[in-house]
């Protein structure tokens, strides 16, 4: 019988490191990113039920975005800082799952200066 071949890895804990076999859960996990803050993502699967903005329309801080229901409860997505929208990625009655990309946000500065120079 042939003996199965162990890949062993380096593991660092404060320090020190050790020799330790990875499991396959832990080797197929999804990897963490920073997440950007010019994304508005879903943090929960569910049905856009309104948008309340347009592309270009500059919002403040708290301003109402659309609402996602979930679980039979409507969630209202607010702005979490004043910045301009620079693009929509659903519509009404789109059922979007976990970390979709709602709306893309971009500063108030640089698109105040994008419309001055046209």
């Not at 062993?8 to 990897?31: E, G, I, P």
């Not at 969630?75 to 059922?95: E, S, W």
Request: with cysteine; net charge neutral.
């Amino acid at each position: 019988m042939k003996k199965a071949e162990v890949e062993l890895v380096d593991f660092a804990v404060t320090a020190r490191k050790y020799k330790t076999l990875l499991s396959n859960k832990y080797k197929n996990r999804k990897v963490w990113n920073n997440p950007n803050p010019y994304e508005v993502q879903s943090s929960i699967p569910g049905t856009i039920i309104s948008i309340a903005i347009k592309e270009g329309d500059l919002v403040k801080e708290g301003d109402h975005l659309l609402i996602l229901e979930a679980m039979k409860m409507q969630n209202r997505i607010q702005m979490p800082f004043t910045a301009r929208i620079k693009k929509i990625c659903v519509a009404v009655g789109d059922r979007i799952p976990k970390d979709t990309l709602m709306i893309e946000l971009e500063p108030e500065s640089e698109a105040d200066e994008v419309q001055e120079n046209e």
